[in-house]
């Protein structure tokens, strides 16, 4: 039985929330003249550029044509690519070469652009481990909609019993839950709090990679997950 291992890229594999943020947050003040705190991108990690910049117009009664997303989310994507030094999470290469070293299928599932995406990897030296990506691009609906990763699971040719998703931000842990797939929350960008939908939340990226290869000892990596049963118990508690 092939398993697979479906990630978020930004707060979970690159460290690239604040900037995500900041860029974004002049970019809106620059195009739009709206002033929106950082936590709001934090929160709303996973949407899209298009469901982001559409929800804040609409919320603010800005008049305008149907392209004003599009303009705002191509100078953010160029404020971003000029001031972001690219940079893992910690724990974030050893956790990609861990599964991918047990076998499993590797693929990401973002609300950011492909040209951001392919750069982030590429840069970062991890872009090999991963077979499929989907970008905004890709889907007509972003996260909590759970289409992002129902796409990866089929790019991957996995059935969701097969898989998991490491996720960071609440609507990330939706979409997971949404395609009916189990979701580990990682407390990088937002709290255990935020999180709580998710299976299991972990501190960093070196709790879930212990976790993960104390299951492939006990499974040697194929079959049932090994933790279900734990899982339930934690939950029925």
């Known amino acids: 039985m092939n398993r697979a291992i479906l990630f978020d890229l930004d707060g979970v594999l690159i460290d690239s929330m604040r900037c995500h943020a900041q860029t974004w947050r002049e970019a809106i003040k620059t195009q739009l003249n709206i002033e929106i705190p950082e936590e709001y991108f934090l929160i709303n990690e996973g949407r899209n550029s298009k469901d982001l910049v559409v929800m804040l117009i609409k919320a603010h009664q800005i008049d305008g ?20 030094i690219p940079r893992l999470v910690n724990g974030a290469k050893e956790l990609v070469q861990l599964v991918h070293g047990f076998g499993y299928r590797l693929g990401i599932a973002t609300g950011s652009t492909r040209q951001v995406v392919e750069e982030l990897l590429s840069k970062t030296g991890i872009r090999n481990y991963f077979s499929e990506l989907v970008t905004s691009e890709d889907v007509q609906f972003s996260k909590p909609h759970p289409q992002p990763y129902q796409l990866l699971l089929q790019h991957l040719q996995v059935r969701a019993e097969q898989a998991l998703v490491i996720e960071n931000a609440p609507l990330g842990v939706q979409s997971a839950i949404a395609a009916d797939l189990t979701c580990l929350g990682v407390e990088t960008t937002n709290s255990a709090k935020a999180l709580n939908q998710a299976s299991l939340v972990f501190s960093n990226l070196g709790e879930i990679g212990k976790f993960l290869e104390n299951e492939y000892l006990l499974t040697n990596g194929v079959g049932n997950w090994g933790f279900q049963t734990t899982i339930k118990e934690i939950h029925a508690s």
């Open 65 to 84: 044509d149907e392209n004003d997303w599009q303009k705002v989310s191509d100078y953010r994507d160029q404020l971003f690519l000029e001031a972001f």
